[in-house]
C-alpha cells in the first residue's frame, strides 16, 4: 500500500562553519540567466545560496536553493518562484530587466511571465548569504526581497507576518503547491489548515493557541535554530521550539550544516506533531477514506464497497465502487 509522509513545512536552519567570504557582488541591470548556461545561477558570497533555474522533473524551475546539499550534491529549495505553472524547458531565462522595473522568466516559446516587481525603480540585486534575494534601489535601499514572498519554508531571520501564509509543496521533490498550508492570522493565532478548508479555528489540525496575543504578531525563526511567536516590542508571545521531540512528522524544523570542506550533514530539530498523531491531519487522505499509521508514514485506505479515484495516488480519496449495470438493478 502506498504511503505518503506529510512534511508540510520545511524550516530550515543553516550554520556554516568559518569560511573564507567573498565581497558581495551586486548583479546589474540587463543581467540575464539562461537554462543552459554555465552556470545557471547567482551565487552567494559564500556560495552556499543560489538563485537561479533548478532541475525538477522533465525541465527547469526559477527559485533559490542550497548548493551542494548532500552526498549527490542534491539541492534543497528554499523559495521557487510562480508554483502552480508547470517546468520550463530548456532554453528559458531569468531576465533582470534594463530599466531595473521587474525581474522576468522567459519561456523558450517566447512567453514572458513575472518573477519580481520592486517597488521602486531598482539599479542592483543580489543574492544574500542568508538565502535573501533581494533588488536594490540608488540608496542600497531594499525594494524586493525574497524573504518577504515565502513559499515553504522560513530561513534564519526571515517573517512570517500577520495573515501571511506558508503553503506545503506537493512532495520533497515537486514544489507545486500542495494540500496544506500554515497561517499567521491577525488575532496573533498560528494555525494550520488543509488548503481548501474555511479558515476557522475548528477546521484546523494543528494551532498555537495564542488567540489574542495582538495583531503584531509574526513567525520568527532566530539564528540558535529556536522558531518562536513575537510582537514588534521585541516580546516573545510563546516558543514553539521549547522541549518537543526531533521525530518525523508535519511542521519540521531542520538544521543543515556545511563544513569548511563542503561536507553536509541535516537534522531534525523540531516537529510539530508527533508520529503517534500523523492521523489528526485533516485532508490527509481524501473524501470517502480513512487514515492509517503505517510504519515512518501514512496509508490512506478504502471503506467497503468503495475504490481508489486513482489507485496511485490513494491518497486523492474513494469513489463508489458502482457499475452501470449497478445502476440499472
Sequence with gaps: MATKTFIIILF???????????????????STLYTNSSPNFWPSPSGHFAFGFYPTGN???????LIGSGPANDIIDVWT???????????AA??????????????SNGEVQLIA????????????????????????QTVWASFDHPTDTLLVSQKLAKDSELYSSMSLTNQSIGNFKLLMQSDGNLNAFPLRSIQDGKYGYWSSYTSGAGHNVTL????????????STGFIVKNLTDGRPSVNGTTLLYQHQIGTSGSFSSKILWVAIVDEDRCVVKGACGL????????????????????YIDPEKPQEGCKLN????????
Excluded: H
Design 117 to 140: 516587481e520592486p517597488t521602486r525603480t531598482a539599479v542592483a540585486a543580489a543574492m544574500l548569504d542568508s538565502g535573501n534575494f533581494v533588488l536594490c534601489d540608488s540608496s542600497s
Design 322 to 329: 458502482s457499475t452501470i449495470e449497478d445502476c440499472l438493478e
Design 59 to 65: 525541465g527547469f524551475k526559477a527559485g533559490i536553493w
Design 94 to 107: 531569468l531576465q533582470f530587466s534594463v530599466d531595473g522595473s521587474r525581474v522576468l522568466l522567459r519561456n
Design 12 to 30: 530550515i536552519y543553516m550554520f556554516s562553519t568559518s569560511r573564507a567570504q567573498t565581497p558581495q557582488s551586486n548583479i546589474t541591470t540587463g
Design 288 to 307: 470517502n477514506s480513512y487514515c492509517s499509521l503505517n510504519g515512518t508514514g501514512i496509508a490512506c485506505f478504502c471503506p467497503p464497497g468503495f475504490i
Design 220 to 231: 520568527n525563526l532566530d539564528q540558535y535554530g529556536i522558531l518562536y511567536l513575537g510582537n
Design 81 to 91: 518562484a510562480r508554483r502552480t505553472d508547470p517546468v520550463v524547458s530548456s532554453g
